[in-house]
């Protein structure tokens, strides 16, 4: 089965510099989830999109923004990059089927884009 | 603030015994949904189970069942039969009802080890 894509799988940079992590959803899934883990820690919300607009919002940095184009991929664009924000940035799809209520809910996720700011 | 509470940072349990893990929560609502998320050492994020808080019956998938309670506010994961593949990290997890993309609170995770 097909399942989410992250691209790149690695990135290296170096402070102040800017990253822009993609993701491409399941086949026929709406909506997109992105999440940053740190070493050691859980997954942290940062932001998500249903049908091309930002539903919800967790604690995302100004310094970053996102977006989902018209063919539900989703981009993450991460400027002024600090030792911080090395992390694992996963990101989440999910799905409506008609009729089945609540089948937005289970979020299936990506192999993740490991971040390293030297 | 919904927070999820994992009291456990980790656990060890022979091969093919049985093995609990505990998940607390606390949350003003009254209908949401909660997870178990696995992440091996490969860090892909693994769905376990769902429950969804108005569904009275625990949910089992396999080997893997949970111990839902309500109105004590937790939700503990039982593998039946542990196997070496179960090695990983178990994530609780929390998402509130409703018709949004609500991202999911997590707690910080329980290192299950097995041993052979």
């Known amino acids: 089965a097909a399942g989410v894509i992250q691209s790149p799988r690695h990135l290296i940079k170096e402070k102040r510099e800017t990253a822009t992590l993609k993701c491409y959803p399941i086949?026929?899934?709406?909506?997109v989830y992105w999440y940053q883990q740190g070493p050691g820690q859980d997954p942290q919300f940062l932001i998500s999109?249903?049908?091309?607009?930002?539903?919800d919002k967790g604690s995302i940095p100004d310094r970053f923004s996102a977006q989902q184009f018209s063919d539900y991929h989703s981009e993450l664009n991460m400027s002024s990059l600090e030792l911080g924000d090395s992390a694992l940035y996963f990101c989440?799809?999910?799905?409506?089927?008609?009729?089945?209520?609540?089948?937005?809910?289970?979020?299936?996720f990506g192999p993740g884009t490991r971040l390293l700011v030297l | 603030a919904q927070t999820v509470t994992q009291s456990q940072p980790e656990m060890s349990v022979q091969e093919a015994e049985t093995v609990t893990l505990s998940c607390t929560y606390d949350?003003?609502?009254?209908?949401?949904?909660l997870f178990w998320y696995k992440q091996p050492p490969s860090r892909q994020m693994i769905l376990v189970i769902r429950?969804?808080?108005?569904?009275?019956q625990n949910a089992t998938e396999n080997r893997f069942s949970v111990n839902f309670q309500k109105a004590a506010k937790s939700f503990s994961l039982k593998i039946s039969d542990s196997q070496l593949g179960d090695a990983a990290m178990y994530f609780c997890a929390y998402r509130r009802s409703g018709g949004g993309a609500d991202g999911l609170t997590f707690g910080k995770g329980t290192h299950l080890i097995i041993q052979p």
């Open positions: 949350t003003s609502e009254s209908d949401y949904y």
């Open positions: 086949p026929r899934h709406d909506t």
């Open positions: 999109f249903y049908e091309k607009m930002q539903s």
């Open positions: 429950q969804e808080a108005y569904k009275q």
């Open positions: 989440a799809s999910s799905y409506l089927l008609a009729g089945e209520p609540g089948d937005r809910v289970t979020q299936y």
